[in-house]
């Protein structure tokens, strides 16, 4: 067993995904004595790490590639490596982080929704199978609470005699669409190891791996079961905020009450804080879902009905909140949409990333179609071909979809002839804020991450749009990124979350 920093030399990531590869970036950089090789059984995938049109976008993270990649600046020999060739990268490595998928699958049983370890399963098989010598193996996956314990029980039961294992929680706290700025500033370093010298012994090498850039104070050594639940506890937490402001939205606009001053002032209390209170069309992405039902899947088979429905809460009041808004906006259009053009404005599930996993635009765009409207999809970001797929895995009706849905390369172009523009992604390019100063009478909004002011230059020119909708123009704003007292200026009706809309 590696029982010194020091004679870390290799490290292999079974995963090339939005957490391994970003991850991986950043340890080969700033590590420049260790080999990272990240491997994948998805070859396109690995294809695309090898060339300037990474499979994943995030900002920076194409300078952190190429730095360690490519010795990119010219003062270091390339460490970070993709490849295909599992075997060979796990058998050479030290420290063996898993960064597989880790989805939802559907038991059947009553208890509903639990995490499908069968990618963690395999990548723990091949690890035994291959493994020559002593490895530390490190749940880099979010897992459900004593899945370190499955992982142990396969690799002693397969792996080969003499060869030993030590297992490792170490979680991954990163955002999408700011994952090279939580990489590199994390709020902490979770390493959860069994109470043994041995297991207190990896921690410390993979403490040193991450102390090349983190300060000591920032990385927590703690119980493994403890740094498994922690995982899945933070994110039923942030959606849980996220869940209680839009139950809030709904109140907002049935009131007059304004949700963004609101949770201005619940977050200006220090005991509530500021972030994750944005109220908006709902979550997205692979993770806030998923874990929430697995936790909701673990308090059902430990007898805690109660609980479990409290976390499926947090669930419903997302779907509502995706089924509300698109129920607005049939109301506003005088209650049919037939063939009435609609821009859909973002697809991402958030901005700053290409990532449409779980992204409130699918129901949204799959809900309108069934009311026969025509809709024009644009993302600045998301590919045409991963627009398609998404809709077509779940629409109820192919045919209608491929009739009613076309997918633009502007937002202009989106906009011509549209009854309405709806805003389903934050992306500065769709916003008219001002945002060098504070903002009227709405307050300076909560956020749901870390605030990133977009390029002016390139925003759109609403202006510009006025003259090309239909009238009466209506806008939906799915993430509250408009300025309304401009929109209306221009003519626009304007219908965000948790405000009561043009009169
Ligand atoms: P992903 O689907 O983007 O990537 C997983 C990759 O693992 C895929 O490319 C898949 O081909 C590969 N894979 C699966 N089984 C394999 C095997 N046996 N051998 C080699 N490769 C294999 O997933 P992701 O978004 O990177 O998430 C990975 C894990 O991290 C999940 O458990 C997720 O919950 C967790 N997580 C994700 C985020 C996020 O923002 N995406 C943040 C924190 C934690």
Same mark, same amino acid.
Request: hydrophobic share 40%.
């Given at each position: 067993?590696i029982?010194s920093?020091?004679?870390?030399?290799?490290?292999?990531c079974?995963?090339?995904?939005?957490v391994?590869? !970003?991850t991986?970036a950043?340890?080969a950089?700033?590590n420049?004595?260790?080999?990272?090789t990240?491997?994948?059984?998805?070859?396109?995938?690995i294809?695309?790490?090898?060339t300037?049109?990474?499979?994943v976008y995030e !900002?920076e993270?194409?300078?952190?590639?190429?730095?360690a990649r490519?010795?990119?600046?010219g003062?270091?020999?390339? *460490?970070?490596?993709f490849s295909?060739?599992?075997?060979?990268?796990?058998?050479?490595?030290d420290?063996?982080?898993?960064?597989?998928n880790t989805?939802t699958?559907?038991?059947?049983?009553g208890a509903?929704?639990?995490?499908d370890?069968?990618?963690?399963?395999s990548?723990t098989?091949?690890?035994?199978?291959?493994s020559?010598s002593?490895k530390i193996v490190?749940e880099?996956?979010?897992?459900?609470?004593k899945?370190?314990?499955?992982?142990?029980?396969?690799?002693?039961?397969?792996?080969?005699p003499?060869v030993r294992?030590?297992?490792?929680s170490?979680p991954?706290?990163?955002?999408e669409?700011?994952a090279?700025?939580d990489?590199?500033h994390?709020?902490?370093?979770?390493?959860?190891?069994l109470r043994?010298e041995r297991?207190?012994?990896?921690?410390?090498?993979?403490?040193?791996v991450?102390a090349?850039w983190?300060?000591?104070?920032?990385i927590?050594?703690?119980n493994?079961?403890?740094?498994?639940?922690t995982?899945i506890?933070?994110n039923a937490?942030l959606a849980q905020?996220?869940?209680s402001v839009?139950a809030l939205?709904a109140?907002?606009e049935?009131?007059?009450?304004d949700?963004?001053?609101?949770a201005?002032a619940c977050?200006k209390?220090?005991?509530i804080? !500021?972030?994750?209170?944005?109220a908006s069309v709902g979550?997205?992405g692979?993770?806030?879902?998923?874990?929430i039902l697995?936790l909701?899947?673990?308090s059902d088979?430990?007898?805690l009905?109660?609980?479990a429905a409290?976390?499926r809460s947090?669930?419903?009041?997302?779907?509502y909140?995706k089924d509300r808004?698109?129920r607005r906006?049939t109301k506003?259009?005088?209650?049919?949409?037939?063939?009435?053009?609609i821009?859909?404005?973002?697809?991402?599930?958030?901005?700053?990333t290409?990532?449409t996993?779980?992204t409130?635009?699918i129901?949204?765009? *799959?809900s309108l179609?069934?009311e026969?409207?025509?809709?024009?999809?644009?993302d600045p970001?998301?590919k045409e071909?991963?627009?398609w797929?998404?809709l077509?895995a779940?629409?109820?009706?192919?045919?209608?979809l491929?009739?009613?849905?076309?997918?633009?390369?502007?937002?202009?172009?989106?906009?011509?002839?549209s009854h309405a523009?709806?805003?389903l992604?934050?992306?500065?390019?769709?916003?008219n804020k001002?945002?060098s100063?504070t903002?009227?009478?709405? !307050?300076?909004?909560a956020?749901?991450?870390?605030a990133?002011d977009?390029?002016?230059?390139s925003?759109?020119?609403?202006?510009?749009?006025?003259?090309?909708?239909?009238k009466?123009m209506?806008?939906f704003d799915?993430r509250?990124v408009?300025?309304v007292?401009?929109?209306?200026a221009?003519?626009?009706?304007?219908e965000?979350?948790?405000?009561?809309?043009?009169?």
């Open positions: 067993m029982s920093p020091r004679n870390v030399r290799k490290i292999c079974i995963g090339a995904g939005y391994g590869g !970003p991986c950043v340890i950089d700033k420049p004595d260790i080999e990272v990240v491997v994948d059984l998805n070859e396109a995938r294809r695309a790490w090898n300037d049109d990474l499979p !900002p993270l194409l300078k952190y590639v190429k730095s490519d010795g990119a600046d003062e270091r020999s390339p *460490n970070l490596f295909t060739d599992v075997d060979a990268a796990v058998r050479a490595a420290l063996i982080f898993i960064s597989v989805p699958k559907y038991t059947g049983t509903g929704h639990a995490c370890l069968g990618y963690v399963e990548a098989r091949k690890i035994a199978e291959v020559e002593d490190i880099k996956s979010t897992v459900p609470c899945t370190a314990e499955t992982i142990r029980e396969i690799l002693a039961a397969t792996g080969r003499g294992f030590e297992i490792l170490n991954e706290f990163l955002a669409g700011t090279i700025n990489l590199l994390p709020d902490r370093i979770l390493i959860g190891s043994s297991g207190f012994q990896a921690a410390e090498v993979l403490s040193s991450y090349a983190i300060p000591r104070d920032r927590m050594t703690i493994l079961w403890s740094s498994e639940l995982k506890a933070a937490l905020r996220i869940s839009n939205s109140i907002c049935a009131t007059g009450a949700i963004d001053e609101v201005y977050g209390d220090t005991r804080g !500021p972030r994750m209170l944005k979550f997205g692979s993770c806030f879902k998923k874990d697995s909701a899947y673990i088979t430990l007898h009905p109660e609980v409290y976390w947090v669930v419903d009041i997302n779907e909140q808004f698109t906006i506003c259009l005088y209650h049919s949409l037939t063939n009435k053009r821009a859909i404005l973002g697809f991402a599930y958030k901005k700053n290409g990532d996993r779980e409130a635009a129901s949204v765009v *799959n179609v069934l026969q409207a025509d809709i024009r999809i644009y970001r998301v071909e991963q627009i797929q998404d077509k779940t629409a109820s009706d192919i045919t209608l491929k009739r009613r849905v076309s997918v633009c390369t502007s937002a202009y172009e989106a906009c011509t002839d523009a709806v805003i992604t934050e992306w500065d390019e769709f916003s001002d945002h100063t903002q009227g009478n709405s !307050p300076p909004t956020t749901n991450g870390t990133e977009g390029n002016l230059s925003r759109m020119d609403w202006q510009h749009v006025a003259g090309l909708m239909k009466p209506f806008v799915g509250n408009v300025d007292d401009k929109l209306e221009l003519g626009f009706r304007v965000c979350i948790g405000k009561s809309g043009t009169p």
